[in-house]
């Protein structure tokens, strides 16, 4: 059974930083991209950070030159440095995994999420 556990979110003030974990559990698959969305109350769910397999990373428009994730391969986790945070980042955060699984018959892709942790920034 695939597993997402998500650690490291918090309260801070603004221009603090935080780091989010997302480890993933589980076998019989590997992992693609993975990353992290965000949703705030009221607002639609936003990409916020991705990594591919190759070291590639795509960020949202609001948090490029702030937020960087990286990833262990070997321990299926990924990480998110939020630095300069500000207010506007308050959302919950929700990593994803796209988990890769491959048979006689073919590969399929599908993704799984975390439980979400919250962001709080106080002004």
């Known amino acids: 059974q695939v597993q997402l556990v998500e650690s490291g979110g918090g309260l801070v003030q603004a221009g603090g930083s935080l780091r989010l974990s997302c480890a993933v559990s589980?076998?019989?698959?590997?992992?693609?991209?993975m990353g992290w969305y965000r949703q705030a109350p009221g607002k639609q769910r936003e990409l916020v950070a991705a990594s591919t397999t190759g070291g590639t990373a795509d960020y949202g428009d609001s948090v490029k030159g702030r937020f960087t994730i990286s990833r262990d391969n070997n321990k299926n986790t990924a990480y998110l440095q939020m630095n300069s945070l500000k207010p506007e980042d308050t959302a919950v955060y929700y990593c994803?995994?796209?988990?890769?699984?491959?048979?006689?018959?073919?590969?399929?892709?599908?993704?799984?999420w975390g439980q979400g942790t919250q962001v709080t920034v106080s002004s």
């Open positions: 589980g076998s019989r698959f590997s992992i693609g991209s």
């Open positions: 994803y995994a796209d988990l890769i699984v491959c048979s006689p018959n073919g590969c399929s892709t599908s993704s799984s």
